[in-house]
């Protein structure tokens, strides 16, 4: 018995919605689905109106300034905004408290993310070295995070929580290296008194983390009407702001683990000597106490964790499928072939699916082997091996990065059924390598107090 009164709508609606929301692999699943259905829309007798209603224009105005970019620029300019505040959010988390905090956790990722970027980048440049189709280098560079862990969790207890954690710190430092990519390589002409204006309110955002301001509203309004719009405006891509929002929100809780525990043990001491008469509502004492519970349990957490939270579902099952949606509607017509021969998509598959193995497990390798870096307890060089495939599912940011840096209709369809195509065959490399390495779901490794045997390969 929990106590917990359950109506209908909880147990048939409810309940089953929260379960597929914390699905570690349902957010790739949905992201899957959303890619097909616009791969089939767009290759059916629909697909004419599908391309046109992506680009419909739609203005803003405000004063004298006005703004008007089609309904596919806001979701990628706009919406996807929404996606890399969260991405901040887990870099700062990640920063302050997670696997980049320590050096000694860090340096193996993190350099596995920076080989998992430069190989990639260099093989593109290798196939176009010149000319406007060497500006799609940053393409293969990206991981598409929900994929790749999407993957993954499938194994479920097959694979250790060595590797999950491996690959989450991987990708979220492969986020911040695209983010960096994308702030100093793929902005347009800047426009100084915008960008002057935008720094203000980010030294506004500062400040006022450091003055112990903490409503999530306050800093929605600063960041999206003042940093957002005035990025958007100066020529820097608008989600570079919302990373910039996502590292001024504050981080620290306002009631230390202590102060917390002795009000929650007052709290509930008067709770049990509260009226108890049986009523349809809660005494005004007894909702006094609950409400005080609540108020402490609030400033007991963190902004930051409070948004990533909440946000997060949104993202997944919001944002990216309607970005997917929009982005992912590549037509399989007669040049298709002719588009996944042509040195564009040649470049995007060879750094996808080659440059990203290579440069992942041959940095682990160096480190492994001089001694820097030691590998996670019971990872092996197949595990880096998968995890390297699984880095080359570059899809939803591959896809976002193409669209920057290509104004030519035929290049960015080359390098969307590159990414396309070369992510699919990733996926399914880094799965059937992971299978393969696996052990059994019941299996538990042996405790030893020998050292743990050589890597057979490295």
Same mark, same amino acid.
């Given at each position: 018995?929990? /106590? ?42 629909? /697909?004419? =109106? ?28 706009? #919406? ?13 988390? &990640?920063?302050?408290?997670? $696997? ?9 990722? #993190? ?34 995070? =929900?994929?790749? *862990? ?9 694979? !250790? ?73 100066? @020529? +820097? ?24 525990? %002795? ?21 005004? &004492?007894?909702?006094? +106490? ?68 290579? @440069? ?27 995890? /390297?495939? *699984? ?51 019941? $299996? ?8 743990? !045997? =050589? %890597?057979?390969?490295?």
């Amino acid at each position: 018995m929990t /106590g917990i009164e359950k109506d209908p709508v909880d147990v048939w609606l409810v309940d089953p919605i929260k379960v597929f929301i914390n699905n570690s692999s349902m957010s790739g699943v949905v992201l899957f689905v959303s890619a097909l259905v616009a791969l089939a829309i767009s290759n059916s007798p629909w /697909g004419h =109106a599908y391309h046109e209603f992506w680009e419909m224009e739609i203005s803003i105005k405000i004063g004298e300034a006005f703004i008007e970019k089609s309904l596919h620029h806001w979701i990628n300019d706009g #919406l996807v905004a929404v996606f890399f505040f969260v991405v901040g959010l887990e870099l700062k988390r &990640e920063v302050l408290a997670g $696997e980049l905090s320590t050096p000694r956790h860090a340096i193996l990722p #993190l350099a596995a993310a920076v080989g998992g970027m430069v190989v990639p980048a260099v093989i593109y440049l290798l196939v176009n070295p010149q000319g406007p189709a060497s500006d799609g280098w940053g393409i293969p560079m990206a991981t598409d995070i =929900a994929f790749a *862990l999407g993957v993954v969790y499938l194994l479920g207890d097959r694979v !250790p929580v060595a590797l999950k954690v491996f690959l989450t710190t991987l990708a979220i430092a492969d986020d911040l290296g695209a983010v960096l990519v994308i702030a100093f390589f793929y902005t347009s002409q800047i426009d100084v008194t915008s960008l002057s204006l935008g720094l203000g309110f980010l030294l506004l955002l500062v400040l006022s983390n450091k003055m112990g301001i903490r409503s999530t509203l306050y800093y929605a309004v600063v960041g999206i009407a003042g940093l957002w719009l005035t990025f958007l405006m100066s @020529g +820097i891509h608008p989600t570079i702001a919302a990373v910039l929002v996502a590292f001024t929100i504050p981080a620290r809780p306002k009631i230390s683990k202590p102060a917390f525990r %002795d009000i929650l043990e007052k709290k509930i001491n008067r709770l049990k000597q509260a009226n108890t008469i049986d009523a349809p509502v809660v005494s005004e &004492e007894r909702r006094e +106490i609950l409400y005080n519970i609540q108020k402490a349990s609030k400033l007991a957490g963190t902004p930051l964790q409070r948004l990533e939270h909440g946000l997060h579902p949104f993202v997944s099952f919001v944002v990216m499928p309607i970005f997917a949606l929009s982005n992912a509607g590549v037509s399989f017509s007669d040049p298709f072939l002719e588009n996944l021969m042509s040195p564009v998509a040649i470049g995007v598959m060879l750094g996808l699916l080659v440059g990203k193995v290579l @440069g992942i497990s041959s940095i682990v390798w160096l480190l492994v082997r001089f001694g820097l870096a030691k590998l996670p307890h019971e990872m092996n060089s197949r595990h880096v091996l998968g995890a /390297g495939f *699984l880095a080359g599912i570059g899809f939803t940011m591959s896809l976002f990065v193409s669209g920057l840096a290509f104004t030519n209709p035929d290049n960015l369809e080359q390098a969307k059924i590159a990414i396309l195509v070369s992510s699919s065959i990733a996926s399914i490399a880094g799965y059937l390598l992971l299978k393969s390495t696996a052990r059994a779901p019941s $299996e538990k490794p042996a405790e030893t107090t020998e050292a743990a !045997p =050589a %890597d057979p390969v490295w």
